[in-house]
């Protein structure tokens, strides 16, 4: 049987990456976190907006039954 994994020698030997295509791949990141940081806020904000308009809703249905 051949046990040879060729996924094993992928990265070896090590190189060094193009100046460019680092600063392209930081950029990405760079923007990625921004809009996860950002979709994050909205989505954190909205769950709360959602909890207590439901609450205040009740609050409101309780008051106009008595």
């Known amino acids: ?3 040879h994994n ?6 070896h030997p090590p190189e060094k990456v193009p100046p460019e295509l680092k600063e392209k791949i ?3 990141v ?3 976190l921004l809009f996860m940081d950002i979709a ?3 989505s ?5 907006a959602i ?6 809703r009740k609050k409101k ?6």
């Open 44 to 48: 954190a904000n909205y769950t709360e």
């Open 6 to 11: 060729p996924f094993k020698e992928i990265g």
């Open 30 to 32: 760079s923007a990625f």
């Open 26 to 28: 930081m950029d990405d």
């Open 40 to 42: 994050t806020l909205f």
């Open 61 to 66: 249905g309780r008051t106009n039954k008595t």
């Open 1 to 3: 049987m051949n046990n």
């Open 51 to 56: 909890k207590s308009f439901f609450k205040e």
